[in-house]
């Protein structure tokens, strides 16, 4: 074989060495992934299943008796009951109108799943029903709430392809970003959007956010951070207010006191006494 001395070789284009760059890079991360799933599975055995397998559910059936909630109605939603056909179907058939659902995106799928799926377990695919699954037992509900434990495109993409695809129950959109709630105002009107506050620094920003007003339609909070100063500032905002996540009847008798709206709980029986409290003119279709 004749080899070409180094000052003959043709110089390589800067096209051709970017798309050389980006595939060793490409070729790279898949050799990560896949020997990334390897030592796991090696090493850590059943475990590397648990890191992608998601949190189940903590549906459980209560003993809530003493609800004292007057003239103010406040409606249940089933905690993460949507997180599989199951415990879906088993708020549904205790008298649930609203199923939480969460989302999150591996692969540009969607799928329900409490936990987001570790970028470094690469090859290693997530171990949750598809959105699609669940969405077929859920959508029985009166409202599903999709609370979004991502904000990226990734997941924000493939959510409106959903959406658009799936019409029938009214559904709300939870997420930490007022940017993702601007891009569903934008591309699904007819999605109500709720701001998730887990911290008093997420009910400061909310006050100084200058498109919020313009967005956020609801809010789901922390239950902690609720009392009746700040159910009053919310209030003053025209929001609709859910509280999470609420297992005790005296609590939810003081949160409806304050004007809250909707308590999201992993108790049954909570659900079934709250049933017939649904004021359905606060969650309503945009949809024209």
């Not at 074989?1 to 110089?11: D, G, L, N, V």
């Not at 980006?22 to 050799?31: G, K």
């Not at 692969?107 to 699609?132: I, K, Q, T, W, Y």
């Amino acid at each position: 074989m004749k080899f070409e001395p180094p000052s003959a070789r043709q110089p390589v284009a800067p096209e051709e060495r970017h798309v050389l760059v980006v595939r060793l890079l490409a070729a790279f991360v898949i050799l990560l992934g896949a020997t990334t799933a390897v030592v796991l599975r090696l090493a850590f055995g059943d475990e590397a299943d648990r890191l992608t397998r998601p949190k189940q559910p903590a549906l459980y059936q209560g003993t809530a008796d003493d609800l004292a909630l007057g003239a103010r109605p406040v409606f249940g939603i089933a905690h993460n009951a949507g997180d599989n056909v199951e415990t879906a179907t088993q708020a549904l058939a205790r008298g649930a109108r609203v199923i939480e659902v969460d989302v999150v995106s591996s692969r540009g799928e969607l799928f329900v799943s409490h936990d987001r799926p570790l970028p470094s377990l690469g090859a290693v695919p997530l171990d949750a029903p598809h959105l699609a699954t669940v969405w077929k037992v859920a959508a029985g509900a009166d409202a599903v709430v999709l609370d979004l434990k991502q904000s990226s495109p990734l997941l924000l993409v493939p959510l409106v392809d959903f959406v658009e695809a799936h019409r029938g129950p009214v559904v709300v959109v939870v997420t930490r970003s007022v940017l993702a709630l601007r891009k569903l105002q934008d591309t699904t009107p007819w999605v109500l959007r709720f701001l998730s506050i887990r911290k008093r620094t997420d009910l400061e920003r909310l006050d100084l956010d200058p498109i919020a007003d313009d967005v956020v339609q609801g809010v789901s909070v922390q239950q902690a951070l609720l009392n009746a100063r700040v159910a009053r500032r919310l209030e003053k905002r025209d929001l609709v207010v859910l509280a999470w996540v609420v297992n005790d009847a005296s609590r939810v008798n003081e949160l409806a006191s304050y004007g809250v709206d909707g308590i999201v709980t992993d108790d049954l029986s909570l659900i079934e006494l709250l049933a017939g409290q649904r004021p359905w003119s606060l969650l309503t279709s945009g949809d024209p």
